[in-house]
Each structure stands twice: as C-alpha cells, then as structure tokens.
C-alpha cells in the first residue's frame, strides 16, 4: 500500500473477496517531497510527483485503518540505496537506466515475496495496472484493460516462478473506475494525483543525482556532428540522453537531436532525427516467462510510452537476444527495458545492450 488511490482501492477489493488482508508500505529513504506535516489526510493537493514520502504512509495507514487490516512499514532504505547507486553507474556509463523496473524486480516482487513467505502469505497483491491470466495453461503477465494505464512494460522481470502468487486486482478495470470506488467508499485519497516522475528525483533532474554519487563521471568533452566535426563542448556525458532535444545549447541551423553518446571518447554526437531510426538491437539480461524458441515473432516495446512495434527475435544466449524490427524504430536507447509480446501477454523481456542505427541507404550499421 503505497498510500495512493490503486493499492487502496486493491487493498479494499480484496478484502471484498475475502482476501485476508496484510497492508504494507516501503520504506525507500528518498527525499521525494512528502507533504507538511498539517497535510490532510490524502495529502497535498500538489502534483504529486514521486511516491513512498511520510505523507503516503500516513494515507496508508489511514486507509488501513478504515478497511481493519493490519498495517506494516518496512525498512528498505539499504536495498533502496543500492537501486540508486546502480541509477547513477547506467547514466555515468553513458545509458539510460529504468529504475521503477529494477524496483519491482527486487522490491516489490523480490523482497516482498520474501516477506509474504515469512509471514505465511498466499499471494503478493499491489495495484499496477496489469492482468494475469492463462495462456497454454498457465499464468502469463498481460497488458491491462486500460490501455492508457498499462503497467505490464514494468513488470517483464517478474520471475515466472512467482506469477502464480501475484494478484493485479485493478487489471481488468479503467481509471476513473478506480476512482469511483475509492469515492464511493470514503478514501480521503480517492482525488490523489497519480505519481508521475522517478520518486528520488521528483523534480526529473537526473543529473543532479548521479553528480551526487558519481561526480568523477562529469567530464568536459566534445560535441560532435554525424561526421565527427567539433560542434561545440559538453560538461558531463551523464547529462545527456538519446533522443534529447532541448536543453542542447547549441544550434546548427536545423533541430538535432542526441544520437550517441561515447564514454569511451567522451563525445556526445548530434543529428537530424532521421539518424535515431533503428531496426535491429541487442538485449541482454533477459527474463523469460517460459523458455522461447531460438527464434519467434513478437511486439517489442522499447519504452514505456512506445507503442510496440512487430519483430523478429533471435535468441543468441540464454539471457541475450537480437531483435529486428519490421520498420525501423526512433530512440532506441541503451539501458531502456525492451519488453516482447504476444498480443497482450507478456513473453518477457530483457535490457538494451546496443542499438544499430540505419544509414541513409536503409541497411543497418
């Protein structure tokens, strides 16, 4: 129970079902804005930007309060810290990291379980926007209902182990019908502000964290034209990422776009948005939900806002595949999730090692 309105209106749901109910809420540590201290119930009225603040807990709690469940904070502030570290060791390394993945991964689907094991719990319950359901005759992950809200993108490294265990009772409903429930039964968060940003940087400058944890990776450098001429210089490679356009401070007389970013020469390179067009990447640390074949169709999802695009996956190793997009794909980025699908199930997925950009004569570099 993160004290928004899902996981109360999951929490309550459940208990609807005759669920016996135990509500938790993580303790992550981060500095993510929480509300005054005379906040009401449901918070500030703010966006709100990150989640897990001391005034979620207290909408927790209260909501837990109101259902009769019993409530519980746990302290991961020393796992949660980790999470950052590796935050900053992906953007020093010139990627573009996903921590809300790595979180439910080691967190909620991790860490969690663990504790649903040492206290004799069935089930694991929270409130994405996701589905499980059968697919040749066992528990697969799916894409919600609500389309607009689908969570599934972040939960590809759920073990599939664990896919038995794991309750979505918001998959099968929209938003506004979420909202209406909580209303309908007094929630003082029912008109909560979802959470929008990564909750350690709510104010989305993912620089200033990483110059926090790893200031030797801001080195001045060049910037760099798609034939390798000077443009102009850079004060850090982490403060850039593919497809960035603003905030660039240099002009060439036509709108560029990040498309490389080289720790290795510290460059940062500069092009026309022709020039992010991929076709083919390669992922490692992949998760399967079933062993797949060495090659198969599917949709891949290379962020969470992109609408999945079909392909062709080649499984090199067990944990490494090669994709290869129908038609190429903008931004492929290094670091980013990719997330393969069978129409609404999940497949799996893994993280994006290196993107091959197309040349001006269509092939792949």
Not at 221 to 228: A, E
Request: glycine fraction near 10%; hydrophobic fraction near 40%.
């Amino acid at each position: 129970m993160s004290g928004g309105v899902d996981s109360s209106v999951a929490a309550s749901l459940l208990s609807d079902q005759g669920y016996d109910v135990v509500g938790l809420f993580m303790r992550l540590g981060a500095d993510t804005g929480a509300a005054p201290a005379e906040a009401p119930p449901g918070g500030s009225r703010r966006p709100h930007q990150g989640c897990c603040s001391a005034a979620d807990a207290a909408d927790a709690r209260y909501v837990a309060g109101q259902l009769g469940v019993p409530f519980y904070a746990l302290n991961f502030r020393e796992d949660f810290q980790k999470l950052i570290d590796a935050f900053a060791d992906e953007y020093a390394r010139g990627r573009t990291p996903n921590p809300c993945v790595t979180c439910n991964d080691h967190l909620k689907f991790g860490r969690l379980i663990e504790y649903a094991d040492a206290i004799g719990a069935s089930h694991v319950a929270t409130g994405h926007y996701a589905r499980i359901v059968e697919h040749n005759g066992r528990p697969a992950l799916a894409r919600a209902r609500d389309a607009s809200k689908d969570q599934s993108y972040f939960l590809f490294g759920i073990r599939a182990a664990a896919l038995d265990r794991i309750l979505f009772p918001l998959g099968e409903l929209h938003k506004d019908e979420v909202r209406a429930i909580a209303r309908q039964r007094g929630f003082p968060n029912h008109d909560k502000p979802d959470s929008v940003e990564i909750c350690f940087a709510p104010d989305r400058d993912y620089a200033r964290v990483v110059r926090e944890r790893r200031p030797e990776a801001f080195v001045g450098g060049d910037v760099v034209d798609p034939s390798g001429r000077v443009v102009g210089r850079h004060d850090g490679v982490p403060n850039f990422t593919i497809g960035q356009r603003r905030g660039l401070g240099i002009a060439l007389g036509a709108p560029a776009y990040v498309t490389r970013l080289n720790v290795l020469n510290n460059t940062v390179t500069l092009g026309p948005r022709e020039a992010l067009r991929s076709r083919r990447f390669l992922a490692d640390r992949a998760n399967f939900h079933r062993p797949p074949p060495r090659q198969f169709r599917a949709s891949a999802r290379i962020r969470h806002q992109h609408r999945s695009a079909p392909a062709e996956v080649v499984l090199l190793e067990p944990a490494v595949f090669e994709t290869t997009f129908v038609e190429p794909q903008s931004a492929v980025t290094p670091g980013q999730a990719a997330v393969l699908y069978d129409g609404d199930v999940v497949l799996g997925g893994g993280w994006i090692r290196e993107a091959h950009p197309v040349t001006e004569d269509g092939s792949d570099t």
